[in-house]
């Protein structure tokens, strides 16, 4: 006898007010009020990221139930993209609208991890609008794609805070997902998708006729 599919359950969820409270909709700059827009988003298990229009991160920590603030020095421009990691560190990668690009490494209260906040910044490769990050599962490789095509490949060394870049590939148009496994890297763009192997430095192209 054919067993009956159990009923599918739709549920309804309502907004984060929460979290939403705790970011503010406007920011006075000098003598001017400036709309705060949410322009990126990630979440895991432990963190729920928010990037905005004025370039600060706005990272809440599930577990504490607590919002914390960071930001780029100098110039205020829209946060593009944020990437969350918890492996033995949490780390949060952020891009922007010029293509600046930073990981922070975040405080930790459990016994070994990190106690200080730190920052790394990819050196200025990137020129235009970041639209992808990807990290490897251990937090020792990022890769950052942005609108013009670039592809920058950053090595980390969390315990020596070293951070070393460099362009690894450049698509003729706009980088519109990475994701990372096993020393090959999948990349989307508008035209096509490809496999990028790290160690050989070769591209696979995924199936044969460009997007439309």
Request: proline share 3%; glycine share 6%; charged share 20%.
């Amino acid at each position: 006898m054919a067993s009956v599919a159990s009923p599918v359950i739709f549920k309804e969820f309502c907004p984060l007010y929460y979290l939403l409270n705790a970011i503010p909709t406007k920011v006075q700059k000098g003598f001017r009020s400036i709309v705060v827009y949410l322009t990126a988003l990630d979440t895991n298990g432990d963190y729920i990221a928010v990037g905005s229009s004025i370039g600060m991160l706005y990272l809440y920590c599930r577990h504490l139930n607590q919002m914390k603030k960071y930001n780029f020095e100098g110039k205020c421009e829209s946060i593009t993209f944020v990437k969350l990691l918890s492996c033995f560190d949490d780390l949060v990668a952020v891009g922007t609208a010029s293509g600046r690009v930073a990981v922070f490494q975040l405080v930790s209260s459990l016994p070994g991890r990190n106690k200080q906040l730190r920052r790394f910044d990819v050196a200025g490769i990137h020129k235009t609008s970041i639209t992808a990050l990807a990290w490897s599962p251990n937090g020792m490789k990022l890769f950052s794609g942005d609108d013009k095509g670039k592809i920058v490949y950053s090595a980390l060394d969390l315990d020596q805070g070293i951070c070393n870049s460099s362009l690894v590939l450049e698509e003729p148009s706009s980088i519109v997902q990475l994701d990372y496994n096993q020393k090959v890297l999948l990349v989307s763009t508008l035209q096509r998708t490809l496999l990028f192997y790290t160690e050989e430095k070769s591209v696979k192209q995924v199936g044969t006729q460009p997007r439309k």
